[in-house]
C-alpha cells in the first residue's frame, strides 16, 4: 500500500478525521474509532514505515518515540498496571 493510501498517513496529514490524544515530532496519538477495549489508542509514527521489513537505520528514534509515548499514555489514562 502506498502512503497515499495508507489511512494512518492520511491520519497524520489530515486528510482523515480522527481524535488525537497525543502528538509529538516523529509520531501521532488517537482513539480507535472501533475501540475493542475501553482504552484503544493508536500510536503511529509520522514517517510511511509499511512493515518492520522496511525500518532503516534512522527509524531508531521513531520507534523509541513510539515506546515512551505507549508507556505516558498508559499512566495517562490509568492502565499502566494492568
Known amino acids: 500500500m502506498e502512503e497515499t493510501e495508507c489511512i494512518f498517513c492520511r491520519i497524520v496529514r489530515g486528510e482523515s478525521p480522527a481524535k488525537l490524544v497525543y502528538e509529538e515530532k516523529n509520531l501521532v496519538a488517537f482513539n480507535d474509532i472501533k475501540p475493542h477495549a475501553p482504552v484503544h489508542i493508536l500510536l503511529v509514527p509520522k514517517k510511511h514505515i509499511r512493515?518492520?521489513?522496511?525500518?532503516?537505520?534512522?527509524?531508531?528514534?521513531?520507534?523509541?518515540?513510539?515506546?515512551?509515548?505507549?508507556?505516558?499514555?498508559?499512566?495517562?489514562?490509568?492502565?499502566?498496571?494492568?
Do not use: C, W, Y
Request: without cysteine; hydrophobic residues 45%.
Open 51 to 82: 512493515s518492520i521489513n522496511d525500518l532503516e537505520e534512522e527509524d531508531r528514534s521513531v520507534l523509541a518515540d513510539l515506546v515512551f509515548a505507549a508507556k505516558r499514555l498508559a499512566v495517562e489514562q490509568g492502565i499502566a498496571k494492568t
